[in-house]
C-alpha cells in the first residue's frame, strides 16, 4: 500500500522528471532549427506530451530559455568547482586548464555543446528574452571572470607576475581571446585544434606578463 507522502514525492519526482524532459526537448529544436521556428508543439511532441502539459511547466519560450540558462549555469559553476578542487595549485597553468576542462565538456556533452552554442548564438533572441536571461548569463560570465582574476592577483601577489601588470585588464584580454577561439570552434573555422590555440595563446600572454626570473 503506498501511503500519501510516498504519492506526494513521486507525483514531484514525476513533475521534477518532466520539467527536465521539456527543457532537454526544447535545447534539441532551438539547437537544430533555432529558437524563433521553435513551437510549444514540437517541442510537446519531441517527448510525447501535450501541448498544455508544456504549458503548465512554463508559460512561454523566453520562460524555457530563462529555465535552461539557470539549469546549464548551475551545471557549469558545479563542474568548475570540482575542477578546481583537483587543482589546489594556482599558477597561470590552471587557468590554461581550466579552459581547456571546457574544451573537454564541449566535445564529450552533446547538451552543453548545444548549450554553449545555443547561447553564444544571440542575434535573433528579442529584447524581451535577452532582458530575461541576461542576469544568468552575466553571473556565470562572472564566474569565471573571478576565478581567473583571483588566480592573476594572487600570481602577482607571489610575484610571478610583474608588478605594473593590470591583472583585471589581463582577464578580460583572455575571456574575449577565449570567446573569439569558440565562435570559431563552433563555425569550425579554426586553423588549428582548439586545444592547441588555448595553450598557445594563453601562454604568449602569460609570458609578457610574468616576472623576471620566473
Known sequence: MICDGDKMRRTKEDAEQTR?????????????????????D???KHINLTKGAVYWHFRNKPDIVAALINH?????????????ER???MEFQTIIDMQLFNNKMLREDPLFYKFIFF???QMEWSEAI?????PSIAETKKITRNLILDILQK????KKIKEDVDAS???????????????????????????????????????????EGV
Open 169 to 211: 585588464l589581463i582577464c578580460e584580454i583572455l575571456m574575449t581571446m577565449y570567446g573569439g577561439m569558440l565562435d570559431g570552434y563552433f563555425t569550425k573555422s579554426l586553423q588549428y585544434s582548439f586545444d592547441e590555440l588555448v595553450q598557445t595563446g594563453f601562454n604568449l600572454i602569460y609570458n609578457n606578463i610574468k616576472a
Open 130 to 134: 535577452l532582458n530575461k536571461v541576461a
Open 72 to 84: 546549464f549555469a548551475e551545471l557549469y559553476v558545479s563542474r568548475i568547482r570540482e575542477f578546481l
Open 42 to 44: 514540437e517541442i510537446a
Open 20 to 40: 527536465r524532459d521539456i527543457l532537454g526537448a526544447a535545447m534539441d529544436i532551438f539547437s537544430e532549427k533555432g529558437y524563433s521556428k521553435t513551437t510549444f
Open 119 to 121: 547561447v553564444t548564438s
Open 87 to 89: 587543482h589546489q595549485q
Open 155 to 158: 600570481l602577482q601577489q607571489n
